[in-house]
Nanobody
């Protein structure tokens, strides 16, 4: 079992930056692949970024590539999402998720554990 808690969301102007954190507790964090997803009001949950258990491989949605950076610190049981050049269309609740097979997944249904989400609002 892994418990995930996101933090770092907030209100920011377009062009600004935020860093989200996902703190994990419970099982061995370093063996899990981790991902970020987001859900805007009235829309489906979308994949944002994922990172392999070792941190050596990452993958991004086209919509955030070049602006967002996913990383992890296994010693701190924490994953991060650095978001730069934010746009109003990035407004959503952001969720972190853990997959116990250790490999990058872009489908939310393949993740085993989820956090409660953190709101990110980008004003124009």
């Amino acid at each position: 079992q892994v418990q995930l808690v996101e933090s770092g969301g907030g209100l920011v102007q377009a062009g600004g930056s935020l860093r989200l954190s996902c703190a994990a507790s419970g099982d061995t964090f370093s063996t899990y692949a981790m991902g970020w997803f987001r859900q805007a009001p009235g829309k489906e949950r979308d994949f944002v970024a994922a990172i392999r258990w070792s941190g050596g491989s990452t993958y991004y949605a086209d919509s955030v590539k070049g602006r967002f950076t996913i990383s992890r610190d296994n010693a701190k049981n924490t994953m991060y999402l650095q978001m730069n050049s934010l746009k109003p269309e990035d407004t959503a609740v952001y969720y972190c998720a853990a997959s116990n097979d250790g490999y990058i997944r872009v489908v939310g249904g393949l993740y085993d554990y989820w956090g409660q989400g953190t709101q990110v609002t980008v004003s124009s």
